[in-house]
């Protein structure tokens, strides 16, 4: 079985689907088709550049595809029943039990608040997650002044994470309009995540940094 397939499952559909319309009702930002599949690129490319095995490739980006939809329970402990879930349909679409155990595993560690990155596919997962930070995934632009979530994401006009495996090193660029929000409130709700990178880019062998606007900040 392949990304590819997973991605098209009717039921996983119905999950992304669900789970988002969950985090819409909640006011948080999109969590839907367009998050997750850059969550599994950004995973894969991890993986990829760095040389582990096509097949390790391609169940970082299952995971990655996978990671949310346990919102479609409760953003509270998303990433446990989300792992819980993803079991039941990796099992039906009759996944080795190994290869069910590594993404389980990722998905179960991806959340800042209990993760940790216990082996590659958890810490690629971690990294391509938390880089996901985009104006796009603001929902109502209208309002952004409201949620500092809103606006952080809203400020962000352009993300880019590079691996570089000769420096080991993997860096976050992001550009940051601070007429929307300050670089300070992108660290008030996002230090924790990019503490997390750390480690995930540690397990990797990596070095993580994070430049805003052209200045190296971590």
Known sequence: MTYEEVKQDAAVRVYIAQA?????????????FAHVTKVAEIAGYILETLGYPARTVELAKIAGY??????VVNRVDHSQSGAVMAFRILDRMNFPPEEIAAIVTAIGNHDEGTGVPVNAVAAALIIGD????????????????????????????DSHLEIDPEAKTALLRLS???????????FEIFMKRMLLCRQAAKKLGLEFHLSINGQQLV
Do not use: W
């Open 20 to 32: 988002d319309a969950s985090m819409e009702a909640l006011g948080f930002t999109e969590h839907s």
């Open 66 to 71: 996978l990671h949310d939809i346990g919102n």
């Open 130 to 157: 938390k880089s996901d930070v985009r104006r796009s995934r603001v929902r109502k632009n209208a309002h952004i002044a409201e949620d500092i979530h809103d606006r952080v994401n809203y400020s962000v006009t």
């Open 176 to 186: 940051v309009d601070t007429q929307v929000s300050s670089v300070m409130e992108y």
